[in-house]
């Protein structure tokens, strides 16, 4: 009943397709705390706002300024020294490479989502020969909020041309799990920083991609349909009241 046009795919980018060092994040807000004259943000503010946008995170949970300009600059200086200290080099976790082309082969569209800033995530999938696969990517200038808020995996279904309950997310974090169930998604869990056991909201948890199988996307996919039913039925009853001959059909 369903092909793979149904199904729409939006991958995050570290610890799903690409290894992922989360301390490189952590340490580039103590950095910027230590430039700013701020004290060091504790290791549960930090696991707050992983997944958020940095201008986010600033002004909502470190609390550091409000002031728009003050924002943006500590914003663009945290992606400076978390890119000095990354050092540019990307590589594609095992089985990455082999699921997204088992989807492309199948001609399901995928989309790129990731709250770094559009030109490294370009400069990213194009280093290690994977822009091909996506045909849509949102970066953090695309949206407003990150993670938990669903906005950047609702517009990433939008630009896919997808309704929400026919897109699978994968994620790595509880915090895109909830995302994607506010945004009435499915989600993929990758076990890569976080035990399995930690990611049971998930609707499957696997430790790398390509042990899933296109099968496995389709019965998550396959979203029941008895909430479209009373429109269906509303379409019915219009058509029965319709009048048989064409040219009735034509002056309807």
Not at 81 to 89: D, Q
Not at 163 to 170: D, K, T, W
Not at 230 to 245: T, V
Request: aromatic share 8%; with cysteine; net charge negative.
């Amino acid at each position: 009943r369903m092909g793979c046009v149904w199904l729409g795919a939006i991958f995050e980018w570290e610890g799903v397709l690409i290894e992922d060092n989360p301390d490189l994040d952590n340490q580039s807000w103590l950095t910027l705390a230590q430039e700013e004259g701020k004290s060091p943000p504790p290791a549960f503010m930090l696991r707050r706002v992983e997944g958020m946008k940095n201008e986010q995170a600033i002004s909502e949970v470190l609390c550091w300024s409000r002031d728009p300009v003050q924002v943006r600059r500590m914003a663009k200086r945290k992606e400076e020294i978390f890119k000095a200290l990354h050092g540019g080099v990307y590589r594609l976790r095992d089985g990455s490479q082999e699921f997204v082309n088992v989807l492309m082969n199948n001609k399901i569209p995928m989309a790129l989502v990731s709250t770094r800033p559009r030109e490294t995530l370009e400069n990213a999938v194009g280093s290690i020969g994977i822009r091909k696969f996506f045909s849509v990517i949102v970066a953090s200038e695309d949206v407003y909020r990150g993670k938990p808020d669903p906005e950047m995996f609702i517009y990433a279904a939008q630009l896919l041309d997808f309704i929400p309950e026919r897109c699978i997310v994968f994620g790595n974090s509880n915090q895109t799990i909830e995302a994607a169930h506010d945004g009435r998604m499915k989600c993929v869990a990758v076990a890569s920083k976080h035990p399995i056991y930690e990611l049971g909201a998930a609707e499957l948890v696997v430790r790398r991609l390509d042990e899933l199988s296109i099968i496995d996307l389709k019965k998550l996919a396959d979203t029941d349909l008895t909430e479209f039913e009373p429109e269906l039925e509303m379409e019915k009853e219009d058509e029965r009241e319709l009048p048989s001959s064409a040219v009735a059909v034509d002056d309807f």
